[in-house]
């Protein structure tokens, strides 16, 4: 593959060109592909610029080594907490990330190798086409760390598998198995890890030689309807989201953390 000419510039991320066909690939293995600032920035500079990407007619998402994002970065918590400005700063970046990603027009097929977990699970969740290897899980366990499953969990979730599944998932911040994802329609397709690369490539072959226009808008006419969603419960659940980064147990929960221990929560 190629580097592409028209996706430069960035650090967090790896982007190759296979013809028509874009991959990009979260570049942090080190920390599990955790999503900062930086890389948030970069994926929404990314669906921004690939609105004007006419040599583009679909993209591969995955990440490096070993999972496909562990979600955010917990680190990154402990360092805007008490920030009014830096919260409000993080509130609007969220904001038009989720609905950057959903004004892509090209379809985004979601390789799922490892752990996609949190923001990392709505980060593939809101693309158009889910695949997991078998050894792959999937969850967001926002409550387990303190806080509110707001950046997108809970406008996927309910969507995806209905009102009651996604309640016991969000609410007890289980994580699912590949099988199980694939099982309760969560995602389209659980696949033996050795054949993830080649369902991923034949859908990409799919997307990227079919008929355009008729792919794209097709896509489009379906997402009024997550955008619609969008606009009713995604400021309400960053705000909500954004207040829980505030709390004791958030706090307490990035503290046990990074000591390595069980945290103890107070309900505060």
């Not at 650090?11 to 979260?26: C, D, F, M, P, W």
């Not at 593939?124 to 303190?146: E, F, K, N, Q, Y």
């Amino acid at each position: 593959m190629d580097q592409s000419m028209e996706h430069l510039g960035y650090n967090t991320l790896q982007i190759e060109r296979s013809g028509a066909l874009l991959r990009v690939t979260l570049n942090a293995p080190d920390k599990l592909n955790a999503i900062d600032c930086a890389m948030e920035s970069e994926l929404l500079r990314l669906f921004q610029n690939l609105r004007e990407d006419g040599a583009t007619a679909a993209v591969v998402l995955t990440g490096a080594g070993r999972a496909f994002s562990a979600g955010g970065d917990l680190a990154h918590s402990l360092r805007i907490m008490g920030d009014s400005a830096l919260i409000k700063q993080e509130f609007d970046l969220a904001r038009r990330f989720v609905n950057a990603l959903l004004e892509v027009e090209q379809p985004i097929i979601a390789r799922i190798h490892g752990d996609a977990i949190g923001l990392g699970a709505t980060l593939a969740l809101l693309c158009d086409l889910t695949v997991m290897g078998h050894s792959a899980r999937i969850g967001d366990p926002h409550v387990r760390v303190g806080l509110v499953a707001g950046d997108g969990g809970a406008l996927a979730w309910p969507l995806l598998i209905g009102y009651a599944r996604a309640k016991r998932y969000l609410l007890g911040g289980e994580l699912l198995t590949a099988a199980e994802a694939e099982r309760i329609g969560l995602v389209n397709f659980c696949v033996p890890d050795d054949e993830l690369d080649a369902t991923v490539n034949r859908w990409g072959e799919r997307f990227s030689s079919g008929a355009r226009l008729a792919i794209q808008w097709t896509k489009a006419t379906l997402n009024l309807g997550l955008k619609a969603q969008a606009a009713q419960v995604l400021d309400a659940g960053l705000a909500y989201e954004m207040a829980s980064l505030q709390s004791r147990d958030h706090r307490e929960a990035v503290e046990a953390f990074l000591a390595k221990r069980k945290p103890e929560f107070s309900g505060h």
